[in-house]
């Protein structure tokens, strides 16, 4: 698979099996997001790899799913075998910003998992003081994201926008739908 492959078939998975990723496929990812790039070349993020089931049972309360799909959150026996919390470290980057970095690492890490067949979920809308505090991390390191990983349970695939309406929706066959909007759209031709 190339990287425009892999750019095209990623898609934002939200129902896992229960196959365990293995800690060697989760370090991998982690390998891939040192090397994404860096605003200065600074290097302030941290990765915590979160594969315990005590672990996992206690932060998936701390995260919300899928807000434009009224049953979007996975069920017991359809969540994360892993996250990857991705951290700021405050000793390299005082101010805790490191948007830009972060967006580049988790790009990163989602496209090598879509190479390896897994699944993955870019969780913002987290509970970031308590995720903190349930990986009991020192004070120089701040939660930013989250990347839910697992193989895929689900299937989800682009679709046209339809009426300028970007919301994501679920057929009924369970495939999420994505619409996106198409490059004659995005791109400005002069």
Request: aromatic share 6%.
């Amino acid at each position: 698979m190339n990287v425009y492959d892999s750019i095209f078939q990623r898609r934002t998975i939200r129902k896992f099996t229960q196959e365990p990723v293995g800690k060697d496929i989760l370090t991998k990812l982690v390998d891939c997001a040192r090397v994404a790039a860096y605003g200065a070349n600074m290097q302030p993020l941290k990765f915590a790899i979160i594969d315990d089931k005590a672990e996992l049972e206690a932060i998936y309360p701390l995260t919300k799913w899928a807000g434009a799909l009224a049953d979007g959150a996975p069920r017991e026996g359809e969540r994360p075998t892993a996250y990857i919390a991705v951290l700021c470290d405050k000793g390299i980057r005082p101010n805790g910003a490191a948007e830009v970095e972060a967006g580049a690492a988790v790009t990163t890490m989602m496209l090598e998992a879509v190479e390896l067949g897994l699944g993955t979920c870019w969780l913002g809308a987290i509970q970031r003081k308590e995720i903190k505090d349930t990986l009991r991390l020192p004070e120089s390191l701040d939660v930013l994201y989250l990347l839910a990983i697992g193989y895929p349970a689900q299937k989800s695939r682009m679709v046209d926008i339809k009426d300028g309406n970007v919301k994501y929706f679920e057929s009924p066959d369970g495939t999420i739908n994505v619409p996106k909007r198409s490059l004659d759209e995005v791109l400005i031709k002069r």
